[in-house]
C-alpha cells in the first residue's frame, strides 16, 4: 500500500507529481479513438487500413463481456456496435508505439453511415423525427412533486407570472485533461488514471473484461469538478480491453480539444414557472416544469434530475407547488456531473424568477425573497420537518452588512440611465443538499472505511474518496488526528488504489466530509477505545443512517438529502454602456457549511467555486453549431475567467455545527457553486435596468437586450377581477 | 523532418531565402499553434524553417534623425512594452495581448505578418501611418502598412524577402483613445478594437485619426473621412447631428463577420458606440 506524500500538494506544486501524460513504462503503446462522425445512424461498414506491425485495432468484438458500461444503468456502449448516438462517440481504439502513425492511420479509416435525422434539442428531442433515439418517447426520465394543493393555492392568487427561465452547456476545463493508463501487473489488468470514481471504474471494467483481476489506482489528478465521475469509464473501457488482450502498457490521453468536444458537459436546463402571488404579495402556488438535455446516454441524469427536482422552490417556503421535471435524450454529447448536479440550473432560474416577480410587484427583490424563506417551523418541498438550526437569516444579515448591500443597492438605483458607466448589485440565497440524493447513501453506497494503525503507533487511513485538488487528503488527516489526539505527522492516507481502499463511495455530491469523514471520525473513535501501544489494529466502519433521515425514493418525501448547506452571495458590477463588458468589481460569499474543519482549505473552494460561477453566468458560453457539436472548440473560444476577470472574493462564515458530521462540518465544495451566476445576473440587470432570463449574459445579450425594443420576459396575467367575481 | 536555419547575421538569413522557400519563425507563438498535431508530436512544418531570434540586429528599435522608429523584426512585445521610446498607444495594445510568457516570445513584425483581421497591433500600426521594410539578396523596398495588409492572411511578400524593419514617423498627437473589447480582462483574443488620436490646439483639430480591428477584413481606417474631421471646432465634433453622420458614414465601412466569440451586430454597434466615445472626449 502506497500512501500519499505526507507534504500536503508539495509534490503538484514542485512539478514533480507524474500526473498519466508524464508518466514512462517500458513497451508503452499510445491508444486513439476513432470516434463517430455522425450524429444518428446506423453502423453500415467499418473500412480500416492494413495495420503496420504492432499496432492493432480494437471494436465492440473484441469484447469479452458485457460491451455496455454500467455507469447508473448499462446503456452507454464501450464501443459503438450497431448504432451511433453523437458524433464523437468511441468506434474504434486505434494503439500503437508511434503516435504519429496512430494519427495517419485514423485518417485512412473510414466509416459508412445509415444516417436518421438527428436530434441535438430537446424540442427536438420531443418531435421524434425518424423516431425515437431511446425508447419509444426519448423520455430518460421523469419525476413529479406535489405539494399542498396547487388548485386552491392558484384560487387564492390575484396575480400570476409566467416565466422561462434557461442555462446553457458549461465545460469543466479542469487543468488536466482526461487520461488513463492500463498495463498487467500480478496477472491484474491495472487501470491507473485522473478520476474521481477508482470503484466505478472497477466495476465498468469488470463488465466489460466478465473478469474480476482487475485493480483501479487514481493517479495525481488535475481537477474534476464533476467531469471525472462518468468519462474515465468511457476511456478505462475500451482501454482495458485492449491491454487485456495485448498485456503490455497503453495509455490514452486526450487532448484538450478532443476533451472539450467529447466528454460530459453540464446539462442545459429550461425552467418553465406559473406562479400565483396573492393580495398581500405572497406566493400561494408555483406551478414549475423543466426539461434537461441528456445528450445521447443516461448517465447521472437521472440523479441531476432528481437533484434538481428536490430543490426547485431552493430556500423558499411555497404551501402549494407542483414540480415536474423531464430528462430527454437528444444526439449530442452525454451530459453528466458538473459541481453542483443540477442545483446552480435551479439556483439560477428560481432566484432570477424570484428576482423578477419582486421587479414586477416594485418590491425589493431581497425583501420579496426574506418573506418566502424557510424558517425552523417549515416544511420542506418534500414533506420534512427541517432538520437542526436554520441560520439562512444570519447569512443574509452578515452579507449584506459585509456588502453594504441596500445603501449601494438605493444609491444605484438613484443613479443617471444615461451614464457612460452604470453600477449594480445583486444578491443571491441558495442551498445544496449533501451527499447522495435521499437516502442512496443507505440503500445504494453504503459507504465503509478503514483505519490501520502499525506497531510504530503510525495510522493511515483507507478510503475510496480522492484527492482532486480540493484538499481532501489533508482534512481527513486532520479529523483522524483531531479524533485520536495525535501530531497530523503520525496519520498517512493511502494513495486510492482498488487493492488496498474499501468502497468508501465516489468523489461526488459534496459527500467526502460530511459522509465519509464522520465515518472516519466514527472509526478514530472506535481505535482510540481499542488502542493498543506497539500492536497492529485495523478499525472498519460502515456508514450508518442517521435515524431523523427518512426518505420515499418513489414518491420523493421526506429529507430530500442527509443534510443541507446554505450560503448568500453578493456581487457588485459595473457595465461599460458603450461595448457592454460587464467589470466585477466586488464579491461576497457567506456560508453555512456546519463547523468548517480546514477554513484555507474551505476559502479554496469559496474562491474556485465562486470564480466558476461567475463565468458560468457571464462569459461560458458553450453552444452546439447546426452539426450538433460545439461551435467553441479550445480555450481560445470558450472562456473561462482569469484572475484579472474576478475580483478578490470576501469569504465569511456562520458557525452552526451539523450533530452527524465531522467535527460538526457539513458538504461545501459544490454549494460555493450555486449563487453567484444568479447574484452576477441581478447586479447587470441593476445596471442595465433589464431583465434578463438566460445565462451567459454576455456582453453580446447586454447589447441585444439593450438596442432592441426592451420586452418583458416575463408575462403578468391580472387575475383580481375574475376572482372577484367568483 | 525539414531543415532547419538559425543564422546569426542578416545577409546569412537572406542568402538561405534565396535558395529555399522557408517559413520564416520568429517568436513562433502562431506558427506553432498553426502546425500543431497533438501534445508530444512534433509539430508538422510543411517546409524549411527559419529561425530570425539570433539576428542581434533584428533585436534592436532604432531612432533615426527625424525621429523615426524603427522596429527590428526579432523584438518581442515584452521589449516594446519596456522600451521609452515606443509611442504609449503600441505599447497599451502590445500590453493586452496574451499573457506574459506569450509576450516574452511573440514579435511585433509576427503580429504584422501573420496578418489577421483582429491582430491587436495593426490598428495602431495603420494609425500611426507605419510602414514596412523588406529586403532580399537583391535588394529592398520599403512600402505603407495599407499596402501590405492585403488580407486575412495575405501579405506581397515575395518568397525571397524577409520583413526586416518596421517603421513608425513621429507623430504630435494631443490626445489618444485605445480600447479592446476582448473576450475577457486577459489572455484574450479581440472580437472589436477603436483605437484613435488627435492634434488640437486652441479648440481646433489639427489631426483626427481613427482605426478599427477585428470589423473587417483588413483594419478600417479612412482618410477621406478623417479629412472631414480635421479643420473642425472641437465644439463641432460633439453636435449630436455631427456624431449621427459620422457613424453612418463610419457604419458603410464597418463590415464585421459572426463567429464562434462573438456577433457581427455587437462588433458593428460597439465600434460605432466607442467612435461616439472618442468624439465626446475630445477637448
Not at chain 1, 457612460?420 to 444578491?427: E, Q
Request: proline share 5%; aromatic share 8%; glycine share 8%.
Amino acid at each position: 500500500m502506497d500512501t500519499v506524500d505526507a507534504r500536503f500538494k508539495w509534490l503538484e506544486a514542485n512539478g514533480e507529481a507524474q500526473y498519466i501524460a508524464d508518466r514512462h513504462y517500458d513497451g508503452l503503446l499510445e491508444g486513439r479513438f476513432y470516434r463517430s462522425t455522425c450524429s444518428r445512424g446506423y453502423i453500415k461498414a467499418v473500412n480500416v487500413p492494413e495495420l503496420p506491425d504492432g499496432y492493432y485495432l480494437f471494436s465492440a468484438k473484441d469484447v469479452p463481456g458485457t460491451n455496455r458500461l454500467p455507469i447508473v444503468v448499462p446503456d452507454w456502449p464501450a464501443f459503438a456496435d450497431t448504432e451511433v448516438r453523437y458524433i464523437g462517440q468511441v468506434i474504434l481504439l486505434l494503439v500503437g508505439p508511434d503516435p504519429l502513425v496512430l494519427e495517419q492511420l485514423l485518417t485512412q479509416v473510414s466509416v459508412e453511415y445509415e444516417p436518421l435525422t438527428p436530434a441535438y434539442t430537446v424540442a427536438q428531442s420531443k418531435a421524434l423525427v425518424d423516431g425515437a433515439i431511446h425508447n419509444q418517447d426519448n423520455l430518460f426520465d421523469a419525476h413529479q412533486i406535489d405539494k399542498g394543493d396547487i388548485e386552491a393555492g392558484f384560487a387564492q392568487a390575484v396575480t400570476i407570472f409566467e416565466e422561462t427561465v434557461t442555462t446553457g452547456y458549461q465545460e469543466h476545463l479542469y487543468l488536466e485533461t482526461q487520461g488513463c493508463v492500463g498495463y498487467v501487473a500480478d496477472s491484474k489488468v491495472v487501470i491507473e488514471g485522473s478520476m474521481q470514481c477508482p470503484w466505478y471504474v472497477y466495476h465498468c471494467m469488470s463488465t466489460v473484461l466478465g473478469h474480476q483481476h482487475i485493480r483501479v489506482i487514481q493517479a495525481p489528478t488535475g481537477g474534476g469538478f464533476g467531469g471525472k465521475e462518468d468519462y474515465p469509464n468511457i476511456i478505462a473501457g475500451p482501454l482495458a480491453v485492449a491491454v487485456n488482450q495485448l498485456r503490455q502498457p497503453i495509455r490514452v490521453v486526450l487532448e484538450r480539444r478532443e476533451d472539450i468536444a467529447f466528454t460530459s458537459k453540464r446539462h442545459p436546463v429550461e425552467f418553465h414557472y406559473r406562479t400565483g402571488v396573492d393580495k398581500h404579495g405572497q406566493i400561494v402556488a408555483m406551478d414549475i416544469k423543466f426539461d434537461l438535455n441528456s445528450g445521447a446516454y443516461f448517465s447521472l441524469s437521472g440523479i441531476v434530475l432528481q437533484r434538481a427536482i428536490t430543490t426547485a422552490t431552493n430556500v423558499y417556503d411555497i404551501a402549494n407547488v407542483r414540480i415536474q421535471g423531464q430528462a430527454w435524450c437528444t444526439n449530442t454529447v452525454p451530459t453528466g456531473a458538473f459541481r453542483g448536479f443540477g442545483s446552480p440550473q435551479t439556483c439560477f432560474c428560481i432566484e432570477s424568477h424570484m428576482n423578477h416577480i419582486a421587479q414586477q410587484l416594485g418590491q425589493a427583490p431581497l425583501a420579496f425573497k426574506q418573506a418566502h424563506l424557510l424558517t425552523n417551523q417549515s416544511t420542506t418541498l418534500t414533506g420534512a420537518s427541517i432538520f437542526g438550526e436554520l441560520v439562512i437569516t444570519d447569512l443574509i444579515e452578515q452579507s449584506v452588512s459585509a456588502s453594504q448591500y441596500l445603501a449601494k443597492r438605493a444609491a444605484y438605483a438613484a443613479q443617471s440611465s444615461q451614464g457612460a458607466y452604470r453600477k449594480g448589485i445583486g444578491i443571491s440565497i441558495f442551498q445544496h443538499g449533501c451527499g447522495f440524493a435521499g437516502d442512496l447513501e443507505d440503500t445504494l453506497v453504503k459507504a465503509k472505511v478503514r483505519l490501520i494503525k502499525d506497531q510504530n503507533e503510525q495510522v493511515t487511513i483507507l478510503v475510496s474518496n480522492t484527492d482532486i485538488g480540493q484538499g481532501l487528503v489533508l482534512t481527513f488527516r486532520q479529523i483522524v488526528a483531531d479524533t485520536l489526539a495525535l501530531p497530523l505527522s503520525q496519520v498517512d492516507i493511502s494513495v486510492v488504489d482498488t487493492d488496498s481502499v474499501p468502497d468508501s463511495g465516489p468523489t461526488v455530491a459534496s459527500r467526502s466530509i460530511v459522509i465519509v469523514g464522520y465515518i472516519l471520525e466514527q472509526a478514530a473513535l472506535a481505535l482510540k477505545q481499542q488502542w493498543q501501544v506497539g500492536e497492529y489494529q485495523e478499525i472498519e466502519q460502515d456508514y450508518q443512517k442517521p435515524s431523523y433521515h427518512q426518505w420515499d425514493q418513489i414518491n420523493y418525501q421526506g429529507n430530500a438529502y442527509q443534510s443541507t448547506s446554505y450560503g448568500v452571495n453578493v456581487v457588485e458590477v459595473e457595465v461599460d454602456m458603450a461595448s457592454y463588458e460587464v467589470k466585477i468589481n466586488d464579491a461576497w460569499g457567506c456560508y453555512d457549511i456546519g463547523h468548517v474543519i480546514n477554513e484555507q482549505i474551505f476559502n479554496g473552494q469559496i474562491d474556485g467555486g465562486m470564480v466558476q460561477a461567475l463565468g458560468y453566468g457571464a462569459m461560458e458560453k458553450l453552444e452546439l453549431n447546426g452539426e450538433g457539436v460545439f461551435a467553441q472548440k479550445s480555450m481560445a473560444d470558450y472562456m473561462v475567467p482569469t484572475s484579472l476577470d474576478v475580483p478578490r472574493i470576501q469569504r465569511s462564515l456562520v458557525d452552526n455545527p451539523y450533530p452527524y458530521g465531522p467535527q460538526g462540518a457539513k458538504g461545501g465544495g459544490e454549494l460555493t457553486h450555486n449563487g453567484a451566476a444568479s447574484a452576477f445576473v441581478a447586479a447587470v440587470e441593476q445596471a442595465v435596468g433589464q431583465a434578463f432570463n438566460r445565462i451567459p449574459v454576455t456582453p453580446e445579450v447586454i447589447a441585444q437586450t439593450l438596442t432592441n425594443e426592451p420586452q418583458a420576459n416575463i408575462k403578468r396575467i391580472d387575475v383580481a377581477e375574475v376572482t372577484n367575481e367568483n | 523532418m525539414v531543415a532547419i536555419y538559425r543564422p546569426t547575421q542578416l545577409a546569412d538569413a537572406l542568402a538561405v531565402l534565396t535558395n529555399e522557400t522557408c517559413t520564416v519563425f520568429a517568436g513562433g507563438t502562431d506558427l506553432m499553434v498553426r502546425h500543431r498535431v497533438r501534445p508530444n508530436i512534433v509539430a508538422d512544418f510543411s517546409q524549411p524553417v527559419m529561425f530570425i531570434d539570433a539576428i542581434t540586429e533584428l533585436g534592436q528599435i532604432q531612432t533615426l534623425a527625424d525621429g523615426t522608429l524603427r522596429i527590428g523584426a526579432a523584438v518581442t512585445l515584452a521589449q516594446l512594452i519596456a522600451h521609452p521610446l515606443i509611442p504609449d498607444l503600441l505599447k497599451q495594445s502590445a500590453a493586452k495581448i496574451a499573457a506574459p510568457a506569450l509576450r516574452n516570445r511573440a514579435t511585433l513584425v509576427g503580429n504584422v505578418c501573420n496578418a489577421s483581421p483582429a491582430a491587436d497591433t495593426l490598428p495602431i500600426l495603420y494609425l500611426l501611418d507605419a510602414k514596412v521594410q523588406l529586403q532580399s539578396c537583391q535588394g529592398e523596398r520599403t512600402m505603407a502598412l495599407t499596402q501590405f495588409i492585403l488580407g486575412p492572411g495575405q501579405t506581397p511578400i515575395d518568397g525571397c524577402e524577409l520583413l526586416t524593419w518596421l517603421e513608425i514617423p513621429p507623430q504630435q498627437f494631443t490626445q489618444t483613445f485605445y480600447h479592446k473589447v476582448g473576450t475577457r480582462a486577459a489572455n484574450a483574443l479581440t472580437k472589436v478594437s477603436v483605437v484613435a488620436a488627435a492634434q488640437v490646439v486652441d479648440e481646433h483639430v489639427l489631426d483626427w485619426r481613427i482605426a478599427f480591428g477585428a470589423v473587417a477584413p483588413t483594419v478600417v481606417r479612412s482618410p477621406s473621412l478623417e479629412q472631414l474631421v480635421v479643420g473642425l471646432n472641437v465644439s463641432q465634433l460633439q453636435q449630436t447631428h455631427f456624431i449621427t453622420q459620422l457613424q453612418q458614414q463610419y457604419a458603410e465601412l464597418i463590415v464585421p463577420i459572426d463567429d464562434q466569440r462573438s456577433t457581427a451586430k455587437y462588433r458593428k454597434q460597439v465600434a460605432l458606440n466607442l467612435l461616439k466615445r472618442w468624439l465626446l472626449m475630445i477637448n
